[in-house]
């Protein structure tokens, strides 16, 4: 990978920290600018919004731009999202596209599940095909110098969701269970179909792959795998319709990421922590809300992630440089070095040296003083 030095070492790492035996320092994801970002030719510019998301010679031509004035330091790595929208799966099962600025709308099309057949697998749905040519055509055209993601699939409730409606799917969970609980399934099955086919395209020669949210990698079937949808069930509901499939889906996985996203989905993390197969847990506070390393996450979350043997992935952005070195340095003394995985935003080449210098030298093989 011609943009990252010391990609093998950074792998090395990766992989300690999916078995939660990292040494060192703890993973860090540290992308400093190099200076101004350079103009592109005008030739790149996108002709309108569908352009955005489907012309790859553009699209590798933006990253490309970026990706050469970064400076990847720590474990940070240049992959490339080209991604059709969180949670694509629900157009290649009948969603239409509507495409939008900063993301995609998936077009609500079910309004009575009895009026609808199985949701499965179709190699000529044409957003499939348009998402696996846009694709293949990214990886020739990255020459190997950075990775291509695995698209943001999604799965479970969450797909169904985008089909049906936030609204009247939790009134079907309520009174047509056993369908839901069908129609889970159908979606679970379909989904390594499709991800199979992504994972064949972008694989490394080592079967290594990343997946296009939070910059994780593995030597291996590696995704992040999530049920927003949950912030808005109970507990019961989420261990009987939820619980299972993740973990079927996570079995079938090498290295999975789970994705707990608001402070109303907290109440399930004991759940999701009985599922072995899951190897980390990844929190985000919500739109626009304080940065992992508040205390108030600590008992509610993390305790419990680092008491069931798993890694953490806590995003940083709260303050400046002076305050994410304090709160991670807070997190580093609490749990130690070896399962804790810290992103940060892209910054000054001044901010990410000072950080960097201050994690080899404080951070590295610190046991904690949490004992679960």
């Not at 509610?300 to 995003?315: E, F, M, P, Q, T």
Request: charged content about 25%; proline content about 5%.
């Amino acid at each position: 990978m011609n943009y990252k030095k010391n990609w093998e070492a950074a792998q090395e790492k990766f992989i300690n920290w999916w078995n939660h035996k990292n040494t060192g320092r703890p993973i860090m994801m540290v992308m400093a600018k190099k200076g101004p970002q350079p103009p592109l030719d005008p030739k790149y510019n996108y002709a309108n919004l569908e352009e955005r998301y489907t012309n790859a010679e553009k699209i590798v031509a933006h990253y490309r731009n970026w990706a050469e004035n970064i400076e990847w330091m720590g474990e940070s790595f240049p992959s490339l999202f080209a991604d059709f929208g969180p949670g694509s799966i629900a157009a290649y099962l009948g969603c239409e596209i509507t495409w939008q600025e900063r993301t995609v709308w998936f077009n609500e099309f079910v309004e009575d599940w009895e009026e609808i057949p199985p949701l499965k697998f179709d190699p000529e749905n044409k957003w499939f095909q348009m998402h696996i040519d846009l694709i293949k055509k990214c990886q020739e055209l990255s020459k190997g110098d950075f990775l291509v993601n695995i698209p943001d699939l999604m799965e479970n409730v969450d797909v169904l969701a985008s089909m049906r409606g936030a609204q009247d799917m939790i009134f079907d969970m309520m009174d047509e269970p056993e369908e839901i609980e069908e129609r889970i399934k159908q979606v679970q099955d379909s989904y390594f179909e499709f991800y199979n086919r992504f994972y064949d395209i972008i694989k490394t020669p080592d079967g290594g792959s990343s997946y296009t949210m939070f910059s994780i990698w593995g030597p291996g079937k590696t995704a992040k795998l999530q049920c927003d949808f949950s912030a808005m069930m109970s507990p019961q509901m989420f261990r009987d319709f939820i619980q299972e499939p993740l973990r079927q889906q996570a079995a079938q996985l090498d290295y999975v990421l789970y994705h707990l996203d608001g402070p109303d989905a907290i109440r399930h993390v004991d759940a999701l922590m009985e599922i072995e197969e899951i190897d980390a847990l990844q929190w985000t506070s919500g739109d626009h809300g304080p940065d992992g390393t508040q205390v108030e996450w600590e008992e509610a979350i993390y305790d419990k992630v680092i008491r069931a043997g798993k890694s953490l992935w806590i995003k940083v952005y709260t303050g400046t440089v002076d305050d994410w070195i304090a709160g991670c340095d807070r997190l580093v003394k609490k749990y130690g070095s070896d399962k804790l995985y810290f992103y940060f935003n892209p910054m000054s080449m001044d901010d990410a040296k000072k950080l960097m210098a201050y994690a080899e030298e404080n951070w590295c093989d610190v046991k904690g003083t949490f004992q679960p």
